[in-house]
């Protein structure tokens, strides 16, 4: 069975840094069930390719288990276990990619912190469910998924195709995040012949799935299939995932617009803000808007007055947020016509939605600095290569103002929520690696009062397909 993982990063035989294995040499390890070996069939500045094979001793695995495994003695010796990815892979890629697992580099940590272009194949998966299984657990991910089906036996094409599926996965993601969710996801395709357990498999779980697997669409079925026949454990697993979720994104979100707003009200910068992001939306000539992480509507309503716009969607992942914007905007008592350009929708910036595609613009403000690490990399995917509107308008916080809010303790962010604010430096360099990565040209804005020396309150990035 083969795992490789290709690279397009500049130069690409950073990959060998990151794995901690040199590319100019075979790499072997004993495991209880064979051998793993690392090698690199490719390794240029343009292109490197890390690949991890797994030699699996049929005879070792039954070794000193007789009685185990159901089925004849034939069985327990011929089967696709040294063939297929499996729960094995996972072991290997503990011992072979811990440290790149773990996203810690001595020398390098801001190459282990950036997101590059990653192509994994998987030769060959068994996967019983079908390839629909595969692209719901990956797709969600931000990767684009190719399957080949192979079939039983080329020489007998009657016999149909079985389980087996050679995959190709793509995005561009930190190293760490990739590993990690081969390490979880392969065993759950596999789940049928996957069986090691124990307690500690919750952990080894949740320590793998940290930032991804709590919001994944599919984490149940991602749970129960990873601790097969064992509910107690999956149950614990979920509940501990549900908190990790942050169950209750409305409760965060009422106090938001407390305590924001009151520090910010002096200066009038929302009213400044919603006044900024109209003015692009006009200069650009947008008809068709998305107004994304909506809140209560505040832009919304401004919206709701551009006469130019035919239709103005607001989506939130918070249930209670998109209430309260309904009552706001009294979208009950709305002339049929006006009713007609407005949509609220309930909705994650981390999923890839078919139903933002298409769109003119769409405005993302003050929500960025909501989202943590892990999450901001996938809503870049979702909204700049899947969603992909013509212009995107981003604002966050500069926090080089913030010594101006007299009420801010120093080094505070002006809400709890928040789990970074940015420099105007900081946000440009963001700004800027998106707009390469995704090919959308950038500009930046000053939204309110600016001060010579801390800037504006507030940044905002417009991008803009060429
Ligand atoms: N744009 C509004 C609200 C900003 S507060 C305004 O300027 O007033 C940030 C908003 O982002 C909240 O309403 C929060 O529920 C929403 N949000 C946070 N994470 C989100 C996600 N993953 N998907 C969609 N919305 C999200």
């Not at 697997?213 to 454990?233: F, G, T």
């Not at 009422?254 to 003015?279: C, Y």
């Not at 832009?299 to 716009?309: C, Q």
């Amino acid at each position: 069975m083969l795992l490789t993982i290709t690279t397009t990063h500049n130069p690409a035989t950073d990959l060998g840094y990151l794995l901690h294995k040199n590319p100019t040499k075979l790499h072997s390890f004993e495991l209880s069930f064979g051998k793993a070996h690392v090698f690199y069939p490719e390794a240029t500045a343009e292109r490197c390719t890390a690949a991890l094979l797994l030699d699996v001793d049929p005879i070792g695995l039954v070794r000193g288990k007789r009685g185990q495994h159901e089925g004849g003695t034939l069985d327990q010796y011929v089967n696709d276990r040294p063939y297929v990815l499996s729960s094995f892979l996972s072991v290997a890629m503990g011992r072979a990619f811990g440290t790149a697992m773990s996203g810690r580099s001595k020398g390098r940590q801001e190459l282990a912190d950036q997101a590059m272009p990653l192509t994994a194949t998987l030769t060959v998966v068994a996967c019983r469910a079908g390839e629909g299984l595969i692209r719901e657990l990956f797709e969600p991910l931000g990767y684009s998924v190719s399957t080949e089906h192979h079939p039983l036996d080329e020489k007998f094409p009657e016999w149909g195709e079985g389980p087996y599926y050679s995959v190709t996965l793509a995005g561009t993601f930190r190293l760490q995040d990739l590993l990690n969710h081969l390490y979880v996801l392969v065993p759950v395709l596999d789940a049928e012949k996957h069986y090691w357990i124990g307690k500690d498999e919750v952990e080894k779980l949740l320590r793998k799935g940290e930032g991804w697997l709590a919001s994944h669409p599919h984490k149940e079925a991602i749970v129960k299939r990873y601790l097969p026949r064992q509910r107690q454990l999956a149950r614990e697993a979920l509940a501990r995932l549900a908190e990790e979720d942050n169950p209750d994104p409305d409760a965060t979100e009422e106090a938001h617009s407390e305590e924001e707003t009151k520090m910010e009200e002096p200066i009038r910068l929302w009213q400044q803000r919603m006044g900024a992001v109209v003015a692009v939306l006009r200069s650009v000539e947008a008809k068709r808007v998305l107004d994304l992480g909506c809140g209560e509507g505040k832009l919304l309503r401004a919206l709701l007055d551009e006469k130019s716009l035919t239709e103005i969607v607001g989506m939130d992942v918070s249930y209670r947020s998109l209430e309260i914007a309904s009552q706001r905007l009294r979208i009950d008592r709305m002339p049929t016509k006006q009713k007609e350009r407005l949509k609220l929708m309930h909705g994650s910036l981390m999923y890839r939605d078919k139903r933002l595609a298409g769109y003119d613009a769409a405005t993302v403000v003050e929500v960025i600095e909501h989202l943590d690490a892990p999450r901001l990399s996938a809503f870049e995917r979702v909204l700049f290569e899947a969603a992909r509107p013509k212009t995107i308008i981003v604002t966050t916080p500069n926090c080089e103002y913030n010594v101006k809010f007299e009420t801010l303790p120093a080094g505070k962010f002006r809400h709890k929520d928040h789990r970074f604010e940015w420099t105007r430096e900081q946000f440009k360099q963001w700004s800027r690696q998106l707009s390469e990565r995704f090919g959308y040209a950038v500009r930046f804005l000053p939204v309110g009062e600016e001060d010579p020396q801390v800037g504006a309150p507030t940044q905002m990035g417009v991008f803009s397909l060429g």
